[in-house]
């Protein structure tokens, strides 16, 4: 039976569906127990001469049979008294009282990130900008951990972020769409985007899939510009992109497919430098994959 890309989508939202509607019935769960009725107490205090009586009445479902007991005590009237007005200690009478402790808080961690993980990094976001509860529940390191795994890769389980892993998830973001930008690019033809795209520097590089290198700003722009007189459009497909940042440094790699030609992938490695708050690129390197069988044949001719 073939399953379709509606049925595959279907099921992502009947499973992200189940997963919210399971987080709803916990919050319900532990709002009606965090719920506990409050206490009535009625005093009741005949004065007499040699003492005082008093019965509190407790109108709580406990099995104390709606009476807590009597105290004929002078001293003990007068303690109480001063409590319920206000002016004695607190440690003389105790009242347990429910503090309304959020919902998210009594969630076991697990559960708040298993669930949050089923959020994109937008719903993330937006979440965050609720309230101080969900932005406290949003802002969780490890819900952040678990969407970089899923939007981005797993080879950096051991990395512990500076600033942790959400403001790491936002500078790998970055780093992404300027690498996709420097493909759009290249599809465009932009000689214009391309000068702007490059740091204005004398130690940048650029190696070219024909293995020409060219180091220097103007002798890299005026290599894409020969690039782009030359060459056809290119009818390409990026894959396997790897983001590494550092503070204000990250490299990209990934394999660019082109389909005109038959020779197998691409290498290409972008390496990129923050400056006054914009990503610009200072080295590119691009070269054909080897496969297996070449490097033999390599080797057997050598």
Known sequence: MEITAFDFALSQYFLIASSLTLLSLLLAFLTLRSK???PDL??????????????????????????????????????????LNGGGAAEEMVVEKQTGASMMEQLVPEITTH????????SLCRLSMTNSLMRKAANDDNAWKALYHKDFTLEQDS??????????????RAIVNVNTEFFNIIRERSLQAMSQLWLHAD??????ASGENFSGYN???QSWQFAFNWEQGLDFQVRDVRARVLTDMAWVTMKMYVVEMDNGPFNV???FELHNGRWHLVHHHCSVMVLDGEVDQQIMHA
């Not at 669930?115 to 937008?122: G, I, N, R, T, V």
């Open 36 to 38: 506990s009725p409050k």
């Open 42 to 83: 009625t005093v009741h205090s005949p004065t007499s001469a040699a003492s005082t009586t008093k019965t509190i009445t407790c109108r709580c479902c406990c099995s104390c049979n709606e009476e807590i007991g009597s105290v004929n005590s002078t001293d003990s009237y007068t303690a109480e008294e001063k409590y």
């Open 115 to 122: 669930a949050l993980s089923y959020l994109d990094y937008p």
């Open 159 to 172: 990395v512990t972020p500076v600033n942790g892993w959400k403001a790491y998830y936002a500078a790998t």
């Open 203 to 208: 130690y940048v590089k650029c190696t070219h």
């Open 219 to 221: 002798a890299v722009i």
């Open 269 to 271: 490695t972008n390496v």
